[in-house]
C-alpha cells in the first residue's frame, strides 16, 4: 500500500515565474492538505481539498491555489513566485473529519 | 487563536540517557494532540496522539500525555538511541467547519551522541 506521494523532489525556481506541486494521497484517503515549512520552522497550513472544493485556507495570498481531482490527488500552484516561497512543500492526506495526517517526502522549492 | 509553544533547541544528549521535550498548547475547544518527527531529508512521519484529557500517547519508547490543567503535551523517553536523532514537532488539531486542520510548533532538535 503505497503512502503518499508528491512530485517533484526538487525544483529550482526565478522569481516571478509560476510552480506546480503533485500530490497522490494514501489509498483510502479523501482529502487532502498543504504545508509551507521555511527553513528551521514548523509547516504552517496552506489549505485543504475534499471532494474537489478548498474547506479551509490558512494566511496566504491568492498567490498560492490549488486543485483536487476526482481521483483525490491535488496540485499546488503557486504564481509569481518569491524568494521567500522558498520551503519544503509538504502534504498530508486524510479521511475527512478525523484527524490524522499523512504526510508525504515533501518537495523543496527553491527560488533564486 | 490556536497556537503550540515547544522548548527551544537543540538538545543534545548523551545515548541512554532520559529525554524530555516540553511542548505547550492554547487552543479552542478541545484538540487532539500530536508529537510528529522529522528525519533529515524526510517528510512528517506520526510518532505518538492523545485525543482526550488524561490521555497517554505512547509508541517506540515514547511518552506524552494530554494535561488539560496544565494546557501542556510533554515528550519523553526513558533512554534515548543514536537512531532518535532528528527534529521533532508537537502539534495540535482543531476542527472548523467539518475539517481538521494541524497547527505546529517550531520544532526541536534532537542529536544523541554514542
Known amino acids: 500500500d503505497a503512502g503518499v506521494t508528491q512530485s517533484p523532489t526538487h525544483l529550482i525556481k526565478t522569481r516571478g515565474q509560476q510552480v506546480t506541486l503533485r500530490c497522490s494521497p494514501k489509498?483510502?484517503?479523501?482529502?487532502v492538505s498543504w504545508y509551507q515549512q521555511a527553513l528551521g520552522q514548523g509547516p504552517q497550513f496552506i489549505f485543504q481539498?475534499?471532494?474537489?472544493?478548498?474547506?479551509q485556507r490558512g494566511n496566504f495570498p491568492d498567490r498560492f491555489s490549488g486543485h483536487q481531482f476526482p481521483n483525490y490527488s491535488s496540485e499546488l500552484n503557486v504564481n509569481a513566485l518569491l524568494l521567500g516561497d522558498s520551503a519544503l512543500y509538504l502534504c498530508?492526506?486524510?479521511?475527512?473529519?478525523?484527524?490524522?495526517?499523512?504526510f508525504g517526502p515533501g518537495t523543496r522549492l527553491t527560488v533564486l | 487563536g490556536n497556537s503550540v509553544t515547544q522548548m527551544e533547541g537543540p538538545v543534545t544528549l548523551s545515548e541512554e540517557a532520559f529525554l524530555t521535550i516540553n511542548c505547550t498548547y492554547t487552543?479552542?475547544?478541545?484538540?487532539?494532540l500530536f508529537w510528529y518527527v522529522q528525519y533529515p531529508g524526510e517528510g512528517l512521519q506520526l510518532l505518538l496522539k492523545?485525543?482526550?484529557?488524561?490521555d497517554k500517547g505512547s509508541n517506540k519508547g515514547f511518552e506524552a500525555t494530554y494535561r488539560k490543567e496544565t494546557t501542556s503535551f510533554h515528550l519523553e523517553k526513558g533512554s534515548v538511541q543514536v537512531s532518535d536523532s532528528a527534529v521533532y514537532f508537537c502539534?495540535?488539531?482543531?476542527?472548523?467547519?467539518?475539517?481538521?486542520?494541524?497547527?505546529f510548533g517550531k520544532g526541536t532538535k534532537l542529536t544523541v551522541n554514542p
Open positions: 498530508a492526506s486524510s479521511l475527512l473529519r478525523t484527524d490524522e495526517q499523512f
Open positions: 487552543a479552542t475547544g478541545y484538540p487532539s
Open positions: 492523545a485525543t482526550k484529557a488524561d
Open positions: 481539498y475534499y471532494e474537489e472544493e478548498e474547506r
Open positions: 502539534a495540535l488539531s482543531v476542527a472548523q467547519g467539518g475539517s481538521e486542520k494541524l497547527v
Open positions: 489509498s483510502g484517503h479523501d482529502t
